[in-house]
């Protein structure tokens, strides 16, 4: 039973260009979860898609970053024109269940992207 | 608003040492308490969690207790491997709310 699966490990962009990153939740779940964690940090979370829908999104910058959950196919977080201060792991994490604050509030986590902006 | 203190580290530690990293919590409702760890280089793994006061989680011979009246969910271990080096995580998931909130993190080091 494959885990939650990021691609790229490790991607290196220069300033301006666009980083796409992907992840493929668990199997048998629709709850998708994106998170950032910056050098000596903890995580901060982005942005909750169910399948094409944002649910939730109020830890996303304003500007410049978007994502999305297709009905087919991973989820997909896109920053545009990265600037060095992007520079971060994103997680993606994968539920069953819709988070309630219960047991059933356990969130997957993948390996991560590792985000380099020179 | 909901929020996760963790002991700063690094914690250093011989071999088969006794482990406590505090975490405290500040939550509207009764969340439920997780730990994660990450390994060098890889991902968050879910360690232990539990969901209700006075509940104890415990998974690889770590534990930590669900502790409502001092708002607390330290974790421990009553003898810690090399192998255990990694960062730990205390994080919460509050009622009705949709995210993790993760404390900083703690890094251990363990040696031989």
């Known amino acids: 039973n494959a885990g939650v699966m990021q691609n790229p490990r490790h991607l290196v962009r220069r300033r301006g260009q666009e980083a796409r990153l992907r992840c493929s939740p668990m199997?048998?779940?629709?709850?998708v979860y994106w998170y950032r964690q910056l050098p000596e940090e903890g995580l901060k979370f982005m942005v909750y898609?169910?399948?094409?829908?944002?649910?939730?999104e109020s830890g996303m910058p304003k500007e410049r970053f978007s994502a999305e959950f297709p009905k087919e196919g991973p989820s997909i977080l896109r920053i545009q024109q990265v600037v060095r201060g992007d520079s971060a792991a994103y997680f993606c994490?994968?539920?069953?269940?819709?988070?309630?604050?219960?047991?059933?509030?356990?969130?997957?986590f993948g390996p991560g992207t590792r985000l380099t902006v020179l | 608003g909901n929020s996760v203190t963790q002991m700063e580290g690094p914690v250093t530690l011989s071999e088969e040492a006794f482990l406590t990293i505090n975490c405290t919590y500040t939550?509207?409702?009764?969340?439920?308490l997780f730990w994660y760890v990450q390994y060098p280089g890889e991902g968050l793994q879910l360690l232990l969690k539990?969901?209700?006061?006075?509940d104890k989680g415990s998974n690889k011979g770590f534990e930590a207790t669900y502790r409502k009246e001092t708002t607390s969910f330290h974790l421990e271990k009553g003898s810690v491997q090399v192998s255990d080096s990694a960062v730990y995580f205390c994080?919460?998931?509050?009622?009705?709310?949709?995210?993790?909130?993760f404390g900083k993190g703690t890094t251990l080091s363990v040696s031989s």
């Open positions: 994490a994968s539920s069953p269940n819709p988070p309630s604050g219960g047991s059933t509030d356990t969130q997957y």
């Open positions: 199997k048998g779940h629709s709850h």
């Open positions: 898609l169910q399948k094409e829908n944002i649910i939730d």
């Open positions: 939550a509207t409702g009764y969340p439920s």
């Open positions: 539990a969901t209700k006061a006075d």
């Open positions: 994080a919460l998931s509050p009622p009705r709310g949709t995210a993790l909130i």
